[in-house]
């Protein structure tokens, strides 16, 4: 069964980092691009970061840019964000997703393209 788990959310203050995990199995990881989203309450869901699964090339949004990592590791079948200067807008529950349409990220991220969802977790950063 495919499965998407995501670790290492918490609280933190502003300026603090985070690093999330996301353990995949029951798929093959390495034909799929995979995605970083994130849903505050109130507000849609929001596209963070992508990672290739083909060329490893990634996409974050204008919002993250500069602070935020995405990286994989294929061997342990994992993505991880890794989550710098942390800013109270960043608090949400932060979700991965595998995207089975293509191997490739693309500009946009668009939820409906990711079939695979993990359950999430949670971010909270205090001011």
């Known amino acids: 069964e495919v499965q998407l788990v995501e670790s290492g959310g918490g609280l933190v203050q502003a300026g603090g980092s985070l690093r999330l995990s996301c353990a995949a199995s029951?798929?093959?990881?390495?034909?799929?691009?995979i995605g970083w989203f994130r849903q505050a309450p109130g507000k849609e869901r929001e596209g963070v970061s992508c990672?290739?699964?083909?060329?490893?090339?990634?996409y974050y949004a204008d919002s993250v840019k500069g602070r935020f990592t995405i990286s994989r590791d294929s061997a342990k079948h994992t993505v991880y964000l890794e989550m710098n200067n942390l800013k109270p807008e960043d608090t949400a529950v932060y979700f991965c997703?595998?995207?089975?349409?293509?191997?490739?990220?693309?500009?946009?991220?668009?939820?409906?393209?990711?079939?695979?969802w993990g359950q999430g977790t949670q971010v909270t950063v205090s001011s």
């Open positions: 990672i290739s699964s083909s060329d490893g090339s990634t």
């Open positions: 029951g798929f093959t990881f390495d034909d799929y691009a």
């Open positions: 997703a595998a995207n089975l349409m293509r191997s490739r990220c693309v500009t946009t991220m668009t939820s409906h393209e990711y079939s695979y």
